[in-house]
């Protein structure tokens, strides 16, 4: 299990049933954004374009996130890939809504679901 | 007249204390719970876009943010000291090309604030927000 981790960002990950999941804790914005941005892109180059990202404790994503977010989309998309969300925090869930990026990225309740999901769609 | 005026340098760590700055007075001013994540979520794209935008162009010019009630609203003003037509957040070769829209910031601003004014101004770009206060909690209240 890998660890990055400061105050305002905790970045986990690990793999579960050959999906890669990354926890999410803290801040995602314009300061914290880049070093999601930075594993996803890590990830992706180490050949995981299954991802699951898991936000149910992030406690702020602005526009910058959403960004690295949809970045990451596309770039496991190029892949044939697949980057989905776990997120039941409406306050989270609204800048999606107010964006209509509830549209763009699977959401989910939690990471079981997602996980089954993307098994039920190979 | 602003309650509390904020002045930070244009660096991305300082967008959070905005922000927590924001939410404390919004709070104070009467603000009801339901609006605060809106509060502290427009404070934050707008301060986001400022930094991006003195960064690229005027890097030793603080960005300046006010907040304060004006009657029965809660008003944040940040101030962008470049303009809007000046404002090269595309043009950075170290970023990287852009996944959202240019404006994007601006649309979700738009989506959060009750009312969003933007207008230039002889100190630069001015984005002010204002939300409605509660009835209980109005200006005048002491801190």
């Known amino acids: ?122 | 007249m602003a309650t509390v005026e904020v002045t930070f340098t244009p660096l991305p760590a300082h967008v959070r204390t905005a922000r927590l700055v924001a939410s404390a007075v919004a709070r104070r001013s009467g603000i009801t719970e339901a609006l605060l994540d809106e509060v502290r979520l427009a404070v934050g794209e707008a301060c986001s876009r400022a930094v991006e935008s003195h960064r690229l162009n005027c890097p030793g010019e603080p960005v300046r943010v006010a907040l304060g009630t004006q009657g029965d609203r809660f008003e944040i003003e940040v101030l962008n000291a470049g303009s809007v037509s000046a404002t090269r957040l595309a043009g950075d070769p170290r970023r990287e090309p852009a996944v959202v829209p240019t404006g994007f910031s601006l649309a979700v601003i738009a989506g959060l604030a009750d009312d969003v004014q933007i207008s230039e101004t002889s100190a630069g770009t001015s984005v002010k927000m204002s939300w409605p206060l509660s009835g209980s909690v109005a200006a005048g209240s002491p801190a």
Do not use: W
């Open chain 1, 1 to 122: 299990m890998a660890l990055e981790e400061s105050v305002d960002l905790k970045l986990l990950h690990h793999n579960k049933d050959g999906i890669e999941i990354v926890d999410v804790e803290g801040e995602i914005d314009v300061y914290t954004a880049p070093r999601l941005r930075e594993l996803l892109i890590e990830l992706v180059n180490d050949g995981h374009y299954q991802l699951v990202v898991n936000m149910e404790k992030v406690e702020f994503l602005d526009s910058t996130g959403l960004g690295v977010l949809v970045g990451g989309l596309k770039r496991v998309r190029a892949h044939d890939g697949s980057l989905d969300l776990v997120c039941t925090q409406e306050r989270i869930l609204k800048i999606f809504r107010i964006t209509g990026l509830t549209k763009v990225f699977g959401i989910h309740d939690t990471v079981d679901e997602a996980i089954a999901t993307r098994k039920s769609e190979k």
